[in-house]
């Protein structure tokens, strides 16, 4: 059973350009939530999903940034004009009907 | 609201000796509480979790950690520390069924032979 996929892994953006990042949940992980670690900061929760509904949104930034979880497809965070402040590594866990989180190998996105 | 305090930022212990890395929480109702791993560059990886139940859990890699409600703690024990054990360690609580983790800022474990 293939875990949390994330990709890209590395992602350069320059400022003002859009960030996509995906996750594909582990087989049969109905549960998507999206954090971001920022340099010398510890893990900041983001946003809470399932399939095509947003639970909790509650540390999502209020503009810019969006995420959703297609009936099909992969999650997808975006972050629309990026600035040097969003450079972090992004991270996606899934986790079954309720149980632990497992988290993938991380985005790690650059704005120059 | 919940929080999560980890009083330790680096520790060094030599190999073969002990681990105990410290956490504390905050949170009104029963906690769900978790230790991750986190080497450098890569994800998190689950070590152990405590819903309820027995206050003294195993985890993978030879790591327990005892649930302390009285202290509100979490603390993550090793009796034989690897060399491979180094990395930064995340304690964290959730909610109901761990939904929303709430991360400590971390432990970094360094290793000396």
């Known amino acids: 059973n293939a875990g949390v996929m994330q990709n890209p892994r590395h992602l350069v953006r320059r400022r003002g350009q859009e960030a996509r990042l995906r996750c594909s949940p582990m087989?049969?992980?109905?549960?998507v939530y999206w954090y971001r670690q920022l340099p010398e900061e510890g893990l900041k929760f983001m946003v809470y999903?399932?399939?095509?509904?947003?639970?909790?949104e509650s540390g999502m930034p209020k503009e810019r940034f969006s995420a959703e979880f297609p009936k099909e497809g992969p999650s997808i965070l975006r972050i629309q004009q990026v600035v040097r402040g969003d450079s972090a590594a992004y991270f996606c866990?899934?986790?079954?009907?309720?149980?632990?989180?497992?988290f993938g190998p991380g985005t790690r996105l650059t704005v120059t | 609201a919940q929080s999560v305090t980890q009083p330790d930022i680096h520790i060094t212990v030599s190999e073969g000796a002990s681990l105990e890395l410290r956490c504390n929480y905050s949170?009104?109702?029963?906690?769900?509480l978790f230790w991750y791993v986190q080497s450098p560059g890569q994800g998190l990886q689950l070590l152990l979790k405590?819903?309820?139940?027995?206050?003294l859990v195993q985890g993978i890699k030879g790591f327990e950690a005892e649930f302390k409600r009285s202290q509100s703690s979490f603390n993550l024990r090793k009796p034989s520390v690897h060399w491979s054990d180094a990395a930064e360690y995340f304690c964290?609580?959730?909610?109901?069924?761990?939904?929303?983790?709430?991360f400590g800022a971390g432990t970094i474990l360094r290793v000396k032979s």
């Open positions: 964290a609580v959730g909610t109901e069924y761990g939904n929303k983790l709430v």
């Open positions: 087989k049969g992980h109905s549960h």
């Open positions: 999903l399932q399939k095509e509904n947003i639970i909790d």
């Open positions: 949170y009104g109702a029963t906690p769900y």
């Open positions: 866990a899934s986790s079954p009907l309720a149980g632990e989180q497992y």
């Open positions: 405590y819903f309820s139940g027995d206050t």
